[in-house]
């Protein structure tokens, strides 16, 4: 049957209408969008091996950002190995964002291939070092001492980064191995400032059977003690009167004669002690002075009383 003008103008506003319906649908659709999405990227992915793709590829995906790296860590262990190098470069461009990927990249660096070597540890580097540190904690509990030490070793060059293992070195202090209790220790030195919550364990070491862990612990509070020195501004009242409360303790047994501390030591401690003491009677006899709002300027003599 021959369509008029009618006919036609009727299925115009039909499509229109089926558009305007569906489109929410298929823009509020999330595992549509989701499938789609992850389709391009294993197929950007699958690029990777192709060198003459491989920078399209790094940019495509380094743009997806964080969805695309469980694809990427997974591309880690293809067995080819532009494969492997493409996706290393392509998780170091997406950055921080990555980390997810940094235990998968860890177990990369000892790849055979020099090139996948290579964009592992540059990965590794512009990922961030914070985000390595739940690696390294896991280590600490690792069956092999090599790296429950490696990982001690790698938290103590970390500083103030490895400020969120401080609860998992408190816990190593007490490990049966004299040797996991001083790098424990010295770890949470170098750490500093947030590691004073470490300071009563840290006390406590300083009677361990071992002069090595005794002596190590002893330098652990010191440069702690230094730290909250350093960065008193930042230091809580509260923060404040627990850390000289345990410098106290920790000079009281550092002065006990049969454990047979250096006066060096004695004096490593001595000395952040007085400057903490000495911020906190400022803070008290700040705390404790009337606000000049309230102060009454009363007459110097009786006759100006009533004058």
């Known amino acids: 049957m021959p369509m008029n003008r009618y006919t036609y103008k009727f299925r115009f506003y039909i499509a229109i209408a089926f558009v305007c319906l569906s489109s929410p649908l298929l823009a509020n659709n999330p595992t549509w969008a989701q499938s789609a999405t992850q389709t391009q990227i294993n197929s950007y992915i699958q690029r990777l091996k192709n060198p003459q793709q491989r920078s399209t590829a790094v940019d495509y995906l380094a743009s997806v950002g964080k969805p695309a790296v469980p694809a990427l860590m997974k591309a880690l ?6 494969m492997r190098a493409g996706a290393a470069m392509t998780l ?5 964002a990555a980390s997810e990927a940094a235990i998968a990249l860890m177990r ?3 790849d055979k291939d020099p090139t996948v070597r290579s964009y592992v540890v540059q990965a590794i580097e512009k990922i961030g070092r914070k985000a390595y540190i739940p690696y390294f904690i896991a280590a600490l509990n690792s069956d092999k001492k090599w790296e429950r030490y490696s ?12 400020a969120s293992a401080v609860p998992a070195l408190i816990k190593t202090l007490e490990d049966k191995d004299m040797w996991m209790r001083v790098n424990a220790a010295s770890a949470l030195g170098y750490i500093g400032t947030p590691s004073a919550p470490a300071l009563p364990a840290l006390v406590a070491r300083l009677q361990d059977p071992d002069e090595t862990v005794r002596n190590t612990a002893a330098y652990a509070v010191s440069i702690i003690g230094l730290s909250l020195q350093e960065d008193i501004s930042q230091v809580s009242t509260s923060e404040l009167d627990r850390a000289v409360s345990s410098l106290e303790k920790a000079l009281k047994v550092l002065r006990t004669p049969s454990l047979k501390f250096r006066q060096e030591a004695i004096t490593s401690v001595q000395d952040p002690l007085v400057a903490l003491q000495k911020e906190r009677r400022r803070r008290v006899k700040s705390f404790l002075a009337p606000s000049p709002k309230w102060r009454v300027n009363y007459p110097s003599t009786h006759h100006q009383i009533w004058e």
């Open 151 to 162: 990982a001690t070793h790698a938290l103590r060059a970390m500083g103030k980064d490895g």
């Open 108 to 110: 990369t660096i000892g």
């Open 92 to 96: 170091g461009k997406i950055g921080p």
């Open 77 to 82: 262990q293809d067995t080819n190995p532009q």
